[in-house]
């Protein structure tokens, strides 16, 4: 079943002599439970496709569908709701807020909504996170591993219905980086999770399902592992 299609996405920065075309007509389509990497070379637009993929730029021009669902015909709130409860995304430099504690940030995203967390899911994600002894430290005392976990706790707590990482492993020593590698394809197996990892690492795309290279904003190759 496809679970994203995208179609002719072209984003533009700048005008005349100055205009960088960053993602240049590029489509593909992805199906559930697929763990996906797309890799490049620094300035590719491969993390510049995931934050279109994610809604959270707009494209120049093209289309983005998430079950279904042309997210760009949603107006700003509308896409950060969706957001919320279909996208879980994962960055380099973790983006937890440093005033609250680990169980407060995985469940951000409930409270956000003014949904019930749902304690068993929750308990659950601590445990394969090994986290459980750390729910009440803040960021600043945890490694960078663990805030790591934390944030990918934090993408799954929805159980949405794409998991985006953006060079999850960049800002990590070789084995933490094993850890949370372990824990995408843990999550892509054991919840049937969609995972979509944009990284240069090619440790990490040969893990997956699929590679998609991106070159100059272009797609030149499409392969299954």
């Known amino acids: 079943m496809e679970i994203l299609r995208v179609e002719n996405l072209v984003k533009t920065y700048g005008k005349?002599?100055?205009?960088v075309t960053a993602v240049d007509n590029v489509s593909f389509s992805v199906q559930k439970g697929e763990f996906l990497a797309i890799i490049g070379a620094s300035g590719s637009g491969k993390s510049t496709i995931l934050h279109l993929i994610g809604g959270?730029?707009?494209?120049?021009s093209g289309k983005v569908y998430i079950d279904g669902k042309d997210i760009y015909s949603l107006n700003n709130d509308q896409l950060a709701i969706f957001r919320r409860r279909q996208i879980g995304i994962i960055y380099q430099f973790y983006n937890l807020i440093p005033i609250l504690n680990v169980q407060e940030n995985i469940t951000l995203p409930c409270e956000l909504d003014?949904?019930?967390?749902?304690?068993e899911r929750l308990n659950e994600l601590l445990k394969i996170l090994e986290l459980e002894k750390r729910v009440k430290h803040l960021p600043n005392?945890?490694?960078g591993g663990q805030q790591q976990k934390v944030?990918?706790?934090r993408a799954m707590i929805n159980n949405p219905a794409i998991m985006l990482?953006?060079?999850?492993?960049g800002n990590l020593d070789s084995k933490a980086s094993e850890e949370i590698v372990s824990l995408l394809k843990l999550?892509?197996?054991?919840?049937n999770q969609t995972v979509i990892v944009i990284t240069h690492d090619l440790e990490i795309a040969k893990q997956a399902d699929r590679v998609i290279t991106i070159e100059d904003g272009k797609i030149i190759k499409d392969e299954r592992n």
């Open 165 to 169: 990482a953006d060079e999850p492993t």
């Open 151 to 153: 944030s990918i706790g």
């Open 16 to 19: 005349g002599e100055s205009k």
């Open 187 to 191: 999550s892509n197996k054991k919840y």
């Open 141 to 143: 005392q945890l490694s």
């Open 56 to 60: 959270v730029d707009r494209p120049t």
């Open 114 to 119: 003014g949904q019930t967390v749902d304690r």
